[in-house]
C-alpha cells in the first residue's frame, strides 16, 4: 500500500513538475487572434465600452507585432473606431516557468498610450493565454483619438493553429 502512495505522489510530482517546466516566453509563438473587451471614462464624465479584435504576432521570444482594430462608445453620444499597428517594439511580454506573465502594448496613432496587462498562459503549448489590464493610471491614454481616464479591459489570445 505505501509504495502504490509513493507512487502515485512520485507521478503527481513529476507530472506537475513537467508541466510547469514547459512555460516560458517561447509558450507564445505564432499568429494569434487578439481580443479585448472592457469599460472606461472619458472626458471625466462618460462612461462607454472599448473593444479590441485583430491579429498579433508573437516571436517566442518576448516581441509581438500585429494589426489592432479598437472601437468605443460613451454614454456621452460619442463612437469612435480606428485601426492601430503594433510594431516588434511596441509589443512586449514575459511568461514565468508558471505560466503567468505580462503583456504591454504601445498603441499608435490614431490611438496613443502604454497599456500593460497580467497575462497567463493556459498551457505550456501556448494555444490560449488570458489577459487582464493591470494599469491604474491613464494620464496619456487615447483610444481612437479619445482621451481616456480610466479603462478595465480583459480577454485574451488564441492560437490560429
Known amino acids: 500500500m505505501m509504495k502504490v502512495l509513493a507512487a502515485a505522489i512520485m507521478a503527481v510530482i513529476l507530472t506537475s513538475t513537467a508541466a510547469s517546466a514547459g512555460f516560458g516566453k517561447g509558450s507564445l ?3 494569434y487572434v487578439f481580443s479585448l473587451r472592457g469599460f472606461d471614462l472619458n472626458d471625466n464624465t462618460h462612461t462607454g465600452e472599448v473593444a479590441v ?3 498579433v504576432s508573437f516571436n517566442g521570444a518576448g516581441k509581438f507585432k500585429g494589426t489592432l482594430n479598437l472601437t468605443s462608445a460613451d454614454s456621452g453620444g460619442d463612437q ?7 510594431s516588434g517594439t511596441a509589443g512586449s511580454y514575459t511568461v514565468a516557468s508558471d505560466g503567468t506573465g505580462t503583456l504591454t502594448l504601445v498603441l499608435s496613432s490614431p ?8 497575462l497567463v498562459v493556459q498551457t505550456p503549448g501556448g494555444a490560449t493565454a488570458f489577459l487582464l489590464e493591470s494599469d491604474t493610471s491613464f494620464s496619456a491614454v487615447s483610444v481612437c483619438g479619445e482621451p481616456i481616464n480610466t479603462m478595465v479591459l480583459t480577454g485574451g489570445v488564441q492560437s490560429e493553429k
Open 29 to 31: 509563438n505564432g499568429t
Open 80 to 86: 469612435a473606431a480606428c485601426t492601430t499597428a503594433v
Open 53 to 55: 479584435l485583430g491579429v
Open 111 to 118: 490611438s496613443s498610450g502604454t497599456l500593460n496587462f497580467n
